[in-house]
């Protein structure tokens, strides 16, 4: 079945920068990559997902690019805020459901 | 995007009671819905698919007879733990494809958090 790396685990950014966390999946026919945010206490968010007929989708702040070569897809934040602190995964599909990385814990530091 | 509630937010009971936990599609009509685990500081794991009309399909190494799953209607799941002890202790989340079937664009509810003593 599909398997869903991810990393870093952690990641803190200054406010106003950057951040960047990548994942890798292992089944080359998985077609769909969403990603979401989930803050403590609370179930996870959808935020953007990307199919793979496309190599980026770009939303505001929030992209996603997709590999299919090297089987990854990155989720980038431009303009972190305070408020963008959260876990984050990364997922790929199942025959049933989702499986998903294992969490990016990002701290935006003010 | 689409809507899912579950019902308690949180819930405590004794060890060797059950304990039942809904999952609603507020807006959309869902034959599918799926229901994953997630321990403290760990990622989510899908733990069954939920049917409506018919059984719940289980990932490997859940216990189908501790973790009854009904889905009664197009937009209603229910998860009961029978029997639950503390190692069942953890955060349960229900999700729902936004189209109703399938592995769509998935809509995750807000969760629920059991505490076995």
């Known amino acids: 079945g599909e398997n869903v790396e991810q990393h870093p685990s952690t990641l803190s950014v200054q406010e106003g920068d950057s951040a960047v966390i990548k994942c890798t999946y292992s089944d080359s026919a998985s077609n769909y990559f969403p990603w979401y945010k989930q803050e403590l206490g609370k179930g996870p968010q959808l935020i953007i997902d990307?199919?793979?007929?496309?190599g980026e989708k770009k939303d505001q702040r929030i992209a996603v690019t997709l590999n299919k070569t090297a089987k990854h897809f990155s989720l980038h934040i431009t303009e972190t805020q305070p408020e963008d602190s959260a876990v984050y995964f990364c997922?790929?599909?199942?025959?049933?459901?989702?499986?998903f990385g294992s969490g990016t814990q990002l701290t935006v530091l003010p | 995007g689409a809507v899912v509630s579950q019902h308690p937010s949180r819930v405590i009971c004794k060890s060797g009671t059950s304990v039942k936990i809904e999952c609603r599609s507020l807006d959309f009509q869902a034959t599918t819905m799926f229901w994953y685990r997630q321990f403290p500081k760990q990622s989510l794991m899908l733990m069954a698919t939920?049917?409506?009309?018919?059984?719940?399909?289980?990932e490997q190494g859940v216990e189908k007879d501790k973790f009854l799953i009904n889905h009664a209607s197009l937009t209603l799941s229910t998860l009961t733990v029978t029997s639950a002890h503390p190692e069942d202790s953890s955060f349960y989340i229900c999700?729902?494809?936004?189209?109703?079937?399938?592995?769509?664009?998935?809509?995750f509810g807000p969760g629920t958090r059991l505490t076995v003593l």
């Open positions: 939920s049917n409506e009309g018919s059984k719940a399909t289980y």
């Open positions: 997922a790929a599909p199942l025959r049933w459901g989702l499986t």
């Open positions: 990307i199919r793979s007929n496309v």
């Open positions: 999700s729902a494809p936004s189209t109703g079937t399938g592995s769509d664009t998935q809509y």
